[in-house]
């Protein structure tokens, strides 16, 4: 009998709901699929009824066949990879490319093949960097196969198997120890003290603790509250479990996030928006170009195809050919660039993009912090307070009380503080790697900043009451290698209000006092204040009995901001950036963390992921925007707030490193992972990867974009009016009958001046160190600007005015000569070098950027003056370009007249700055007279 599997195989990939039922074969039903929600309500011996599992002696190997024919391997089903001739194919859809390579099929037809030759050239530049860029930068979908765990331990016909993962299949029997990767999403039946980090999945920083009892439906929303189900691709910290297999591959929650992810497209850039706008301006104005000298030459009586014939020639030698030159090296030398600042960029225009970005939403764990916990206050029980500094699971740092630096035993309040937590402790720091609870594990590194983590090793352990999510501490009973005659002693920690309902006693400067109402009261009010600080807080008593401790002290602890956070996240709010911070954690810890970093202040907003399911996208959109901390957020809240920033006009960057931001990541502008702590379906969804995971560098990124975009306007600022400045010359000469001031070699190079070293050198102009503080620029405006409009037509026109005067004071006798064409020609190309050293930045005079600062710029002017006078003074060229030599009065009188583009450019760059700073000033002193006319001034 054929398996249906075979015809119905994508039933598989269906998602999951309650129950999903498919035919096995003619007489019997493939058992259903549990979704971990629904898994969780039920009891344990239900659940096994319905996956037929044998909890004891596991599947059988025949049972398992037949259940992995329908269910399939526990891995992803990625797409097969484009190939890349496609990919580099697909290079070709930019719409300049597109104009281009019609202007190269058109010169084709008008037989002007060297026109056709060099657009070529130009098109196969373009779209090879563009490939082998975007192609090096490339991470295949397979890296997610990394985050599923390659082996487990597994039981089949009632013994213990050592399995690949990929093997599991629903119904199977999987037993977890500390350090496993969770193979499957398993719903639990038995625990011993199972603790699973599951920050990678849903941002919680601690680790979550397991039970097996069935939980209730109403508060089973989100995934953190299943604590009955381990959740594939999550950390045993520590304990032990077994668990029935519920879901596999992509019908696991991680699943979910995988088919989350690949359904999401991800946006156009900024950038290429303004391509597609200024290749369809371009289109515009050739057609229009062609259109107006047809019709003009139509009227004046000449042939319309010969017409036809100029109007396309000087069509073609309108569209810049070099401008997705310089746009492509530009963004490959940006990229380059972000590699050597630890930042791995995987397309090209999202550096550029970068520059547009005006919101960034960043996970908390792991990437505003550090995802380390750490003790920073001590309180104890005698009312001492000592600051601890340092962080991570390590010895560097100190405690500190009143200045004064404790060690050793030197303060005995706070020694015996830190031993009971160094005691009462399962974890273990070994080569600053912690094996064990985070919690745990900023104990020991407290006691090792002190030189007491030997103290463990003092005491010999006879019973441990283990710590469990229920009852909210731990105990162990010990006695002294060296005083094993003495009575055995309890070391406790916990939640405050379990232990100090063990407590009759407190310490108080070696002392054992009675624990009065007044202290209680006393240790509560310290406890809240620390719980409003967003300190986790933690209780320490040791004491002969569980019934009779004496109080120890109280510990503060957080998972601490990352170094230099603080400051970027500054920066980047004063240059007009909004930061927003989305996390799975807690309300109190979220806003305490965005406080440290200067995110939330008075007046902020927050908003939990319960509220933001409660609303449509309309009302999050109108409220988004004045939310500084998404707290409780769940991997589909993190869209719907991306969904609603972008609806607001947002270009927003996230960042994250779990595969609870990974959909996210995808929907972004710009999605930034982290290198060290981020999960791989996390840089996979990426755009861009931080190697050290430094917040810093997204402002250098976004210094990076905002450089990169002025550059290129830079170069379309002298492209566009030198190409403008040309045409212009030639069409008048065409349309008034005039004879043509250049000849055609003579055109050529200045074409390849047009679109060479001069011009592509501008586009590797150093960034400016100002442009951090400039507002992000608006992704609808165009790169054509009306600034840059009357730039270009105030720099063509002198070109165009300087040109026809030098032609016609050589043309006094009526007759032209190669003397006639030589001024003209070198004139124009020194109009070219001058107006290239204007267009080095849009705002900033030579004198400010420094005249050598681009050293490539200097090379390629000297290189391109160097040739033109070689043009001019080499006898072989001078017979190929039909020039003559030209005497030292006349190249200075040349200098002289075409350095009047570049003063006219900088004396406009001056008077803009001084119409600004007038508009401030005028601002200011209008906002100063509303001031005194206003109530408050009375006031």
Known sequence: MTLAIQMNKKVKYSKIVDFQEATYCDNETMMPLLSSKRASELPVNEVASIYQADLQNGLNNTEVSHRRAFHGWNEFDISEDEPLWKKYISQFKNPLILLLLASAVISVIMRQFDDAVSITVAILIVVTVAFVQEYRSEKSLEELSKLVPPECHCIREGKMEHLLARELVPGDTVCLTVGDRVPADLRLFENVDLSVDESSLTGETEPCSKCVVPQPAAGNGDLTSRSNIAFMGTLVRCGKGKGIVIGTGENSEFGEVFKMMQAEDAPKTPLQKSMDILGKQLSLYSFGIIGVIMLVGWLQGKHILDMFTIGVSLAVAAIPEGLPIVVTVTLALGVMRMVKKRAIVKKLPIVETLGCCNVICSDKTGTLTKNEMTVTHIFTSDGLHAEVTGVGYNRFGDVMLDGEVIHGFSNPSISKVVEAGCVCNDAIIRNDTLMGQPTEGALVALAMKMGLDGLRDDYIRRFEHPFTSEEKWMAVKCVHRTQQDKPEMYFMKGAYEQVIRCCTTYNSKGQTLPLTQQQKELYHQEKTYMGTAGLRVLALASGPDLGQLTFLGLMGMIDPPRTGVREAVATLITSGVAVKMITGDSQETAIAIASRLG?????????????????????????????????????????????????????????????????????????????????????????????????????????????????????????????????????????????????????????????????????????????????????????????????????????????????????????????????????????????????????????????????????????????????????????????????????????????????????????????????????????????????????
């Open 599 to 939: 995110l939330y202040s008075k007046g902020c907003q927050s908003l939990s992921g319960e509220e933001i399911d409660q609303m449509d996208v309309q009302q999050l959109s109108q409220l988004v925007s004045k939310v500084a901390v998404f707290y409780r957020a769940s991997p589909r809240h993190k869209l719907n707030i991306i969904k609603s920033l972008q609806k607001n006009g947002g270009v927003v960057a996230m960042t994250g490193d779990g595969v609870n931001d990974a959909v996210a990541l995808k929907a972004a502008d710009i999605g930034i992972a982290m290198g060290r702590t981020g999960t791989d379906v996390c840089k996979e969804a990426a755009d861009m990867i931080l190697v050290e995971d430094d917040f810093q560098t997204i402002m250098s990124a976004i210094e990076e974009g905002k450089g990169i975009y002025n550059n290129i306007k830079n170069f379309v600022r002298f492209q566009l009016s030198t190409s403008i400045a040309a045409l212009t010359l030639i069409s008048l000469a065409t349309l008034m009958n005039f004879p043509n001031p250049l000849n055609a070699m003579q055109i050529l190079w200045i074409n390849i001046i047009m679109d060479g070293p001069p011009a592509q050198s501008l586009g590797v102009e150093p960034v400016d160190k100002d442009v951090i503080r400039q507002p992000p620029r608006n992704v609808k405006d165009s790169i054509l600007t009306r600034s840059l409009i009357v730039k270009i037509l105030v720099s063509s026109i002198i070109i165009v005015c300087g040109t026809l005067f030098v032609f016609w004071r050589e043309l006094q006798d009526n007759v032209i000569t190669p003397r006639d064409t030589t001024m003209t020609f070198t004139c124009f190309v020194f109009f070219d070098m001058f107006n290239a050293l204007s267009s080095r930045s849009l705002t900033k005079s030579v004198s400010e950027i420094g005249l050598c600062s681009n050293r490539m710029f200097c090379y390629a002017v000297l290189g391109s003056i160097m040739g033109q006078l070689l043009v001019i003074y080499f006898p072989p060229l001078q017979k190929v370009f039909q020039t003559e030599s030209l005497g030292a009065l006349d190249l200075l009188f040349l200098v002289v007249l075409t350095s009047s583009v570049c003063i006219v450019s900088e004396t406009i760059k001056k008077l803009e700055k001084v119409r600004e700073r007038f508009q401030k000033h005028g601002g200011s002193l209008f906002q100063f007279k509303k001031l005194n006319g206003s109530p408050f001034h009375e006031v």
